[in-house]
């Protein structure tokens, strides 16, 4: 018995040092021209490193067209997302988690170009209005250069991303974890629910 419990510390010990050793993620992502997606992972000072390469096409985004049966509002897949941004704290709570992503990972490169459109010039220009804070927040980041462009014309969503990062594994997920189990983020699910259900 006092073997097994030896054996399961040193187990617990093993995986909290492997989640403490860095790793390095090299992202490309372009569904506009090339139509591209790449992700290099390099952990454990260079003995795992991972490519993996996909087409952008199996990534790009189909929206419905509009019917003309006339459809509740409340069912349009954007409703709920609306609902949770717009929840009390949510996008506060999510401001302090982007930071603490960004104080924890070594950002080296991230450069972003996105496009995007809701098929409604009303939600498209809600979202975007919602979304000001972190964009504001992401243009002020060191090595960050990203740019968002509502489209109120016509449902779509492009991509262009480079990034290049470094992460600690267990202090990322202690961020995630802190912000999943976070008052703001239940209440943006059970507000996204409510719209999604009535």
Do not use: C, H
Not at 88 to 117: M, P, V
């Amino acid at each position: 018995m006092l073997t097994l419990f030896y054996i399961l510390i040193s187990l617990n010990v093993l995986l909290i040092m492997l989640l403490a050793v860095p790793i390095d993620i090299e992202y490309e992502f372009n569904n506009r021209l090339e139509k591209k997606s790449r992700t290099r992972i390099i952990w454990l000072f260079g003995l795992i490193n991972v490519e993996l390469k996909e087409s952008a096409n199996d990534f790009d985004i189909e929206f419905e067209k509009p019917k003309k049966k006339r459809r509740s509002k409340s069912k349009s897949g954007i409703k709920p997302i609306l609902a949770a941004l717009k929840s009390e704290g949510f996008l506060r709570r999510t401001l302090k988690f982007l930071k603490d992503i960004f104080n924890i990972a070594e950002i080296k490169n991230l450069q972003a170009k996105l496009s995007f459109g809701l098929g409604d010039p009303a939600d498209t220009g809600q979202l975007y209005g919602l979304m000001s804070p972190v964009f504001a927040f992401l243009y002020a980041v060191p090595r960050v250069n990203v740019s968002f462009t509502p489209i109120f014309d016509r449902a779509t969503l492009d991509a262009e991303i480079n990034a290049a990062l470094r992460i600690v594994p267990i202090r990322f997920f202690r961020a995630i974890f802190r912000f999943i189990v976070s008052k703001e983020f239940f209440r943006a699910i059970k507000s996204a629910y409510k719209v999604y259900k009535s």
